[in-house]
């Protein structure tokens, strides 16, 4: 992955926000596991909050994934 530097700044990014989604908003969680410092684990708390608190998005009745025709 050299010279890609982007992603393995993504790949982090995702990372931590993927720890406050699953063990939920904490910061102080965050800042303990990565070592984070406080404002920054803040962000990364309300992000993930944000995120869990969006309503489900709801495919449509016509979606050619929910029907299918039998052979």
Known sequence: MRGQDAALERLRVDRQLEEAMVKGPDPLNL???FGL?????IRYANSARALLERPLEI??????RT???AP
Do not use: I, K, L
């Not at 410092?37 to 684990?41: H, L, N, R, S, Y």
């Not at 495919?59 to 050619?64: D, E, G």
């Open 31 to 33: 800042a303990e596991v």
């Open 37 to 41: 410092d406080e404002q920054t684990a």
């Open 59 to 64: 495919a449509p009745a016509t979606s050619p």
């Open 67 to 69: 029907h299918w025709s």
